[in-house]
DNA sequence: CGGTAGCGTTTCGAATACCGAAACACAAGG
DNA sequence: CCTTGTGTTTCGGTATTCGAAACGCTACCG
């Protein structure tokens, strides 16, 4: 049987916190769970459809990812109708822009350091940063 | 043998395709992986002081975690001096603010209508959204 | 009727990730 | 020496997650 899905509040993977911020990556760090979400960013979708749309998603994850983002209220549907976001679910997406471009920037640096194992090139290897004092603590 | 740390490009968990937004929810899904960034935003960190913020993470998972950070660049370490982030590391912290702050809302709202199961209150239910037409698809 | 095709959904064995505690190595100090 | 404090690895057990196959249902069609 599946789990619950993850709350803000309660213990999640990653911290028993519960920080929302936690929350939103075990819910959204679950294999296939942002990527659902993304197919039905064009339009309401069957179950099937959706598992068509990500190839080699097995129907079992589908499943509890559906149950989870609808608990979430990521998602819902109307009766039998398709799934389709919830207005809560589309404004993730803006939300997940700026991370998207940032890992747009990490892999462009990955892949430009030649792939072979992981040393960077003597050079341009990773720099250690001035902190920059954080703001918020996590608890 | 822990296995190789997410790349973008490569198949990660989520998908297959490796997109580099994948790849990142991959590797900061992970258990702790986040919170070790967070707690490295405070400034350097030795590996037991780490693991002393970080109530109830194992080493174990803590040496897989650090392993997988350095692979991706994200944390470097001169000689044997304590952990710390890099560049790449810190400017990772500003892309997940909007996240951050979409998480709190959504915290909000689930905690606002009364906890129980999850129907939320008679007309305060998720509605469906007019599609907003994304632009990129997922390839 | 049978059959077969599409959908939503569940079951189940196997792989993986995670945990907690113990141990190893190594350096510094008393 | 012996203790104390680091950093790190190993190991057995447990929980989570996966993929493939099966189940039930409603058409539709010959």
Do not use: F
């Amino acid at each position: 049987m599946a789990s619950a899905a993850p709350r803000p509040g309660a213990a999640v993977r990653g911290s028993a916190t519960g920080r929302p911020l936690m929350a939103a990556l075990d819910l959204l760090g679950r294999r296939w769970a942002l990527r659902i979400l993304w197919e039905l960013r064009h339009g309401p979708l069957g179950a099937r459809a959706l598992q068509a749309r990500c190839d080699r998603m097995s129907s079992s994850v589908l499943y509890d990812r559906l149950r989870e983002l609808t608990e979430a209220g990521l998602i819902c549907r109307d009766d039998n109708e398709p799934y389709q976001l919830t207005d809560l679910g589309a404004g993730l997406g803006a939300a997940l822009e700026p991370l998207d471009a940032w890992a747009r920037n990490w892999s462009d640096r990955l892949t430009s350091e030649h792939s072979p194992k992981r040393r960077p090139a003597p050079g341009s290897r990773p720099r250690p940063v001035a902190v920059p004092r954080g703001p918020g603590e996590p608890r």
